[in-house]
T-cell receptor, first 110, second 116 residues
Framework: KQEVTQIPAALSVPEGENLVLNCSFTDSAIYNLQWFRQDPGKGLTSLLLIQSSQREQTSGRLNASLDKSSGRSTLYIAASQPGDSATYLCAVDSNYQLIWGAGTKLIIKP | EAGVAQSPRYKIIEKRQSVAFWCNPISGHATLYWYQQILGQGPKLLIQFQNNGVVDDSQLPKDRFSAERLKGVDSTLKIQPAKLEDSAVYLC??????????????FGEGSRLTVL
């Protein structure tokens, strides 16, 4: 059974720092992995989708990597800004089902 | 392009009452999902539709929850009777799903339910 874990549950860093969020999964047989952002009281916004055949995807200051063999994905945020404060969730597409992590709550201090 | 629309945004009811949530997905998206999200947790899939057929409703509490997707477009999620533990945000999402895999998901803003 696929399980997805995101550690840490919360992270607070000063503005301007580069940071990495982690997502691990137990079964390497995945079709894709998606990273989402959720602002308080809002729905989820898709940030990046990495197909299983890809190693990484980039969008602006965001870079997501995927290592299926080790069951890990990372979301790298460059030059963090207060507006990046949100909860970041990863979801693994496994057997036509999305299996979700609980998210990492990120706070960027001005 | 219009996003996923949900209503109402907020609802407060007494336990044992009923409530209904509505979702209009992005035009052309064949797949529609209803998720329940409890504070501090990831979303939990309640039901997934492909056009107007149910693909997965294995985690839907069928004794109190029901959902339908008429004509493969709009969808309604109903809870009757509500319990205290149903207090959560109900998220609707849609995807094009033109091939294998779920494809990119687009979410609505959610409907926050409080059961007193």
């Amino acid at each position: 059974k696929q399980e997805v874990t995101q550690i840490p549950a919360a992270l607070s860093v000063p503005e301007g720092e580069n940071l990495v969020l982690n997502c691990s999964f137990t079964d390497s047989a995945i079709y894709n992995l998606q990273w989402f952002r959720q602002d308080p009281g809002k729905g989820l916004t898709s940030l990046l989708l990495i197909q299983s055949s890809q190693r990484e995807q980039t969008s602006g200051r965001l870079n997501a990597s995927l290592d299926k063999s080790s069951g890990r994905s990372t979301l790298y945020i460059a030059a963090s800004q207060p507006g990046d404060s949100a909860t970041y969730l990863c979801a693994v597409d496994s057997n036509y089902q999305l299996i979700w992590g609980a998210g990492t709550k990120l706070i960027i201090k001005p | 392009e219009a996003g996923v629309a949900q209503s109402p945004r907020y609802k407060i009811i007494e336990k044992r009452q009923s409530v209904a949530f509505w979702c209009n997905p992005i035009s052309g998206h064949a797949t529609l999902y209803w998720y329940q999200q409890i504070l501090g947790q990831g979303p939990k899939l309640l039901i997934q539709f492909q056009n107007n057929g149910v693909v997965d409703d294995s985690q839907l509490p069928k004794d109190r929850f029901s959902a339908e997707r008429l004509k493969g477009v709009d969808s309604t999620l109903k809870i009757q009777p509500a319990k205290l533990e149903d207090s959560a945000v109900y998220l609707c999402a849609s995807s094009f799903r033109g091939g294998r895999g779920t494809g990119e998901l687009f979410f609505g803003e959610g409907s926050r339910l409080t059961v007193l």
